[in-house]
């Protein structure tokens, strides 16, 4: 009997290097999983950027994926977040279709959803609405019967809520990486503590 497939975060700290987003996707790719998202950004170190990722899988596979991600040479942490008590934001761009007559129904919907308008034109209104992922399918689904024009969405990005003993999202489900990342101890100078990444 196959193992039930469900959607998994994960959080990858990974050094700020051309191709290291294409190795990351690629592995998840090469083990069939389904990517249904993926933000990249700059992280609080400099020359460290953080990606949330959200894949489709058995719980398993997932986490032998995770392990295979923290063995690339680029990345600095991984963390499997999923079962976290976590805050979870998606931005959307709605462009959705107005006219004289419809637009004063679709401004009550938008600040129904605490969402606003950020561009008007004489046909459409460009709306942006952030908050958690069923949020967004809301205002989404209620603005689709005007005609959607284009729809833009960041995906997920995730931290694990402050704990009083001060844990942080890096910190959840990860393998700790005592002699540095891949095991190369000369990245993390010696008075380096866990969270302190030195000569990156």
């Not at 090469?30 to 489709?56: D, H, K, P």
Request: hydrophobic share 45%; net charge neutral; no cysteine.
């Amino acid at each position: 009997m196959n193992a039930p497939s469900m959607q998994h975060t994960i959080i990858a700290l990974v050094q700020d290097r051309p191709g290291v987003l294409t190795r990351l996707a690629s592995l998840f790719r090469r083990r069939g999983f389904n990517i249904a998202s993926l933000a990249v950004g700059a992280s609080e170190e400099a020359g460290l950027s953080r990606l949330t990722f959200v894949v489709t899988g058995d719980q398993y596979t997932v986490e032998q994926a995770t392990r295979h991600l923290e063995k690339l040479i680029d990345v600095v942490r991984v963390s499997n977040i999923s079962n976290e008590d976590v805050v979870a934001r998606e931005l959307a761009l709605i462009k959705v279709r107005a006219t004289p007559s419809n637009r004063s129904e679709i401004l009550e919907m938008v600040n129904l959803f605490r969402a606003k308008v950020v561009d008007v034109g004489t046909r459409s209104l460009v709306v942006e609405i952030t908050g958690e992922e069923d949020k967004v399918d809301a205002l989404y689904d209620l603005l689709r019967p005007f005609g959607i024009l284009e729809l833009m969405r960041t995906g997920r990005v995730a931290m694990v809520r402050g704990k009083s003993m001060g844990r942080v999202s890096d910190d959840v489900g990860a393998e700790p990486l005592a002699a540095g990342w891949n095991g190369a101890a000369a990245h993390r100078g010696a008075g380096a503590v866990p969270g302190h990444y030195e000569g990156v």
